[in-house]
């Protein structure tokens, strides 16, 4: 038990890394919780510093999720608990430090990134069905938070047509699932709200699915 405390405080302390704001910190001298949306996450941090800084963060939140589900859960002793068990839960500190951050007056990102990166250790064929949410949506919308979410609900559906298909289905793996996506569902509340009123920014650039099929002008 005393290795299971001590992996899921790792993995939380390493999930409330504060990616975007030590980035915007060293390198533009300014805080993405005072600009943009006010949120310190890749999304915000690609919105106030640009597509490279943002690129960093994304990336950084990612690792964190990988590194707490693909190492820091080996201190688990397999025969305490399973090792796919051991990976998801220290996944899931790490998504609650990158949300609750110690580091940031508990308040981060929205924790989509992290939760993907720790998906990708053990899940790697559902983070795929994930992503391809992800971007479909992205690509037809330029709202990454409808994107994030449609990629939680992409997990969930995966994860049910296996178990529907007759194939084995890890446990931890379902939990997982149900864990994530009513959980990226209740970090997006504030941009649910923006949603229905019309008003969540979108990233034109990448909407390309939407400028593509938007019905053309006449002369």
Known sequence: MTGIAAALALSY?????????????????????REGSGNSGGTNAFRVFGWKAGLLVSTLDVAKGMVAAGVVSRLVDPAVLPADGASLLCGI???????????????????????????????????????????????????????????AVGLSASVAVVAIAGHYVSPWLAGFAAFATPFIVFTHRANIGRLVRGQESRFEKVALLRRLFRPRRGN
């Open 13 to 33: 302390l390493l999930g409330s890394f504060p990616s975007a704001i030590v980035v915007g910190t060293l390198f533009f001298h300014r805080d993405p919780r």
């Open 93 to 151: 500190a790490a998504v609650v430090g990158h949300v609750w951050t110690v580091f940031a007056g508990f308040k981060g990102g929205k924790g989509v990134a992290t939760a993907a990166g720790a998906l990708l250790v053990f899940a790697p064929l559902h983070f795929a069905a994930a992503l391809v949410a992800f971007v479909l949506v992205l690509l037809s919308t330029g709202i990454v938070s409808l994107s994030s979410m449609a990629a």
